[in-house]
């Protein structure tokens, strides 16, 4: 059985007063059904992971560099996440390809350092409005998973989220037929890749526009083993009834 994730990331948002809203979600949810990540900017990790330290909610980072160490300014390295007590890192979002032209080599590299440092790596993946239209959606997710995804990648080690571009923060979303299908898609081509119990054992989110009042009928669609969530993630009384629905359907 593949344990359902609830993961949050606040992207560019977030100063040490947001930690009371971790604070709440921790009360909201002490022994939690399903695992939950929030992934708050990197200058809050550290504080963060503190606040969780004796509670299962995990903490990871927003993007890592794909060396070790080095000569690049202003970049944190996947050993510097791992240190300041992240257990994850989200990889590969469309805001990073669109806004920082970064390609699926350049994710797969990164997931690479990720697992390499022990770190679970989050790799999102997903259509623009115009190839949706084009019904070119499954050609887009195959040639992003034969990019994105590492060899070294395991069942403990990688989830997939899907996040089609058009429905990221613009209230819009697929509908259940539209989720299934992509789902099991990714499915299917994770298991013909790896060996069964990678194939089976690695978890698919889905991410974009999810809220509160559609989070039951997503968590319905089979192969959706939880989601990535944006804006909704960055208070406690938001997140928490998606978590809640994540758990009736686990």
């Known amino acids: 059985m593949r344990r359902k994730l609830a993961a949050g990331n606040w992207k560019m948002n977030g100063l040490t007063a947001s930690l009371g809203e971790l604070r709440s979600l921790v009360t909201a949810h002490p022994d939690p059904m399903v695992d939950i990540l929030v ?47 992240a257990c994850a890192v989200i990889l590969g979002h469309s805001e990073r390809r669109g806004d920082h032209g970064e390609t699926s080599d350049t994710v797969r ?44 990648s395991t069942a403990e080690n990688l989830v997939i989220a ?3 571009i058009w429905a990221i923060g613009t209230g819009l979303t697929p509908d259940a037929a539209q989720i299934g299908e992509v789902h099991d898609f990714i499915r299917t081509r994770l298991e013909r890749r790896f060996d069964p119990g990678v194939g ?47 758990e009736s359907s686990a």
């Not at 794909?66 to 390295?77: P, Q």
């Not at 084009?134 to 034969?146: C, G, K, V, W």
């Not at 319905?220 to 960055?234: I, Y």
């Open 39 to 85: 992934c708050p900017p990197a200058t809050l990790i550290s504080q963060a992971a503190q606040c969780c330290a004796e509670h299962p909610i995990g903490i990871g980072g927003q993007d890592c560099h794909a060396e070790r160490a080095g000569a690049h300014t202003g970049d944190v390295s996947a050993e510097m996440l791992k240190d300041s007590g």
């Open 109 to 152: 590299a990164k997931a690479r350092a990720a697992q390499a440092a022990g770190l679970m790596a989050v790799i999102c993946m997903g259509e623009s409005l115009a190839q949706r239209d084009a019904a070119n959606t499954l050609d887009i997710i195959a040639a992003q998973m034969a990019l994105s995804i590492p060899d070294s």
């Open 162 to 164: 899907y996040e089609p």
């Open 200 to 246: 089976r054992g690695v978890r698919i989110l889905y991410g974009g526009s999810v809220k509160p009042d559609n989070a039951d009928a997503i968590f319905r669609v089979p192969n959706v083993d939880g989601a990535l969530v944006g804006g909704a993630s960055l208070k406690a009384g938001d997140f928490s009834p998606i978590i809640a629905a994540l």
